[in-house]
């Protein structure tokens, strides 16, 4: 089983922060992922420097509408930054920020690049707020067919959805499945999550700590018995708070 980071790139010292503490949890973190923000000046790439390849394997992400398919600029990144894990997602237009914006299919992306390097490992997402079961199992398929073999999920809160969702990816041969848990400890993250990424969450949801701990620890040993992974991403929470009582 394994478990991966989540370290957003907000200043240096915060990533360097951050990262100290996911190294502090030893062996139990295996992966590094760092997304690629906006209104962020640091990239994702750019912070591989940072961490200790020997010890973690860096996850990159990639919006694919920030990249036109015929500038190779991705593959000149890769090349340059030694990669050997990305994790290829659609990305959001911009929102009043001055920078290019392609348009490109992330499933387009995932092919070229996979095309260009056999060898690299190409992560992709999921999100199982976004559409209907189907549609989101098919839109998985798809990327797979284009050459994702691991799959990231945006965070869940309702255990009988990962059963659910369990189900239909375990008939998707050959993928890797990530899990994704991002604690809600305030009721504003909760009505965030509620409007922008169309979260329902269970009558029994409670925003505190205790609620997240125990979801979290259900979540790892269903994962576990089901041959999933984790995909732990702390947005603003106390790491010592939450992480102490994970049972790994």
Not at 90 to 111: M, N
Not at 114 to 131: C, L, M, Y
Not at 145 to 170: K, M, N, T, V
Request: hydrophobic residues 40%; glycine residues 6%; charged residues 25%.
């Amino acid at each position: 089983m394994k478990f991966s980071f989540e370290i957003v790139p907000r200043t240096n010292q915060a990533f360097e922060e951050q990262y100290k503490f996911a190294s502090s949890l030893g062996e139990l973190i295996n992966m590094i992922n760092v997304p690629d923000i906006q209104r962020f000046d640091i990239r994702s790439w750019e912070t591989g420097k940072k961490i200790d390849r020997n010890k973690h394997q860096f996850t990159p992400h990639f919006r694919a509408h920030d990249f036109s398919l015929k500038s190779g600029e991705i593959f000149q990144i890769i090349e340059e930054n030694q990669l050997d894990h990305v994790l290829l997602v659609s990305g959001d237009p911009p929102e009043g920020i001055q920078r290019k914006f392609y348009g490109t299919s992330v499933i387009d992306l995932i092919r070229v690049v996979k095309q260009r390097f056999p060898d690299i490992t190409v992560h992709a997402g999921f999100d199982p707020h976004r559409s209907g079961l189907q549609d989101e199992c098919d839109y998985i398929q798809r990327k797979a067919d284009a050459g994702a073999s691991s799959f990231f999920s945006q965070p869940f809160y309702d255990i009988r959805l990962i059963e659910i969702y369990a189900e239909h990816l375990q008939d998707i041969a050959g993928i890797e499945t990530f899990i994704g848990l991002s604690p809600i400890t305030t009721l504003s993250s909760m009505n965030y999550w509620e409007v922008k990424n169309k979260v329902k969450f269970p009558k029994k949801f409670s925003a505190d700590y205790d609620w997240n701990v125990n979801f979290s620890n259900r979540t790892i040993a269903m994962a576990r018995d089901v041959g999933f992974n984790i995909y732990f991403m702390p947005i603003r929470i106390n790491l010592e708070q939450f992480f102490g009582k994970i049972n790994f």
